[in-house]
């Protein structure tokens, strides 16, 4: 009877440990698997934050993927108007001279200098002392400058003192002119013998006397200018073989080109 007594306790000993060591392996165990469970956690947030990057990412990428459409769309519009441009003025520029060569000769015109470029001036000067009577022109023999790039009957005559105009335009002539010692005298600046303009010079009384004046004139070509003296009798203008005492001289300020000329 004490022997199974014996047996009983150590028997319910035995059963003790062995719950005892399964507790234990059981809560071992749901530690390892709570271990797990929280690493498992942490890796899927990695994933998650991960996945959010790339999501990131490839937004960006699509957006700079649009901008660079968008430049490049802008950029092919430019060159096409760039093209379109550059052809515009190739075509201006080939027919540019034809347009001008029309425009030419509708007026009459033989050279784009003529239309644009024309130029005439002339300035002439007394060489030595020259007498005049009434109505006589007078003669600015040394000229200094003649210029008329028609090349056609206009320009200034040394030998008959006349300016004649070549082109239809509006003219800047003028006239010094320096009395001989103790002469005076008037004279006009005559447009197709029509006086336009007066000078005094008055050297009487033992003296010398110099006076300007300047006209501006509407001339057609063809038309005629010049300087005659008025007075009846001998009148002496002063001339210098160095310097013009007494000088003439014009120039073509505006050619006038198609149309009737302003009146003047």
Not at 120 to 138: E, K
Not at 210 to 233: D, M
């Amino acid at each position: 009877m004490h022997f199974t007594w014996v047996v009983f306790i150590v028997n319910i000993h035995v059963l003790q440990a062995v719950k005892d060591r399964s507790n234990d392996d059981c809560a071992m165990r749901l530690k390892e698997t709570e271990d797990a469970v929280r690493k498992m956690k942490d890796t899927i947030s990695s994933l998650n934050e991960t996945v959010q990057a790339l999501l990131r990412s490839q937004e960006r990428t699509k957006q700079e993927l649009e901008n660079k459409s968008f430049l490049n769309a802008t950029l092919q519009t430019v060159l096409k108007s760039q093209e379109r441009t550059t052809q515009e003025l190739t075509v201006e520029r080939m027919a540019r001279p034809q347009m001008e060569k029309h425009f030419l000769k509708k007026q009459g015109l033989s050279t784009r200098q003529s239309c644009e470029e024309t130029e005439v001036a002339f300035f002439a000067f007394i060489g030595s002392q020259q007498h005049l009577s009434a109505g006589q022109i007078a003669v600015f023999d040394q000229v200094t400058t003649n210029i008329d790039t028609t090349g056609s009957i206009g320009g200034y005559s040394a030998s008959t003192g006349v300016f004649t105009a070549p082109v239809d335009g509006l003219y800047v002539i003028s006239a010094t002119l320096m009395a001989h010692y103790n002469h005076a005298a008037h004279y006009n600046i005559v447009h197709e013998n029509k006086p336009v303009a007066t000078i005094l010079v008055d050297g009487s009384n033992h003296n010398w006397d110099s006076a300007s004046t300047s006209v501006a004139l509407v001339l057609s070509k063809g038309e005629r200018v010049s300087v005659k003296q008025l007075e009846v009798g001998d009148h002496a203008l002063q001339g210098s073989a160095v310097a013009g005492e007494s000088s003439f001289s014009g120039f073509l300020l505006h050619q006038h080109l198609g149309g009737l000329a302003p009146i003047g």
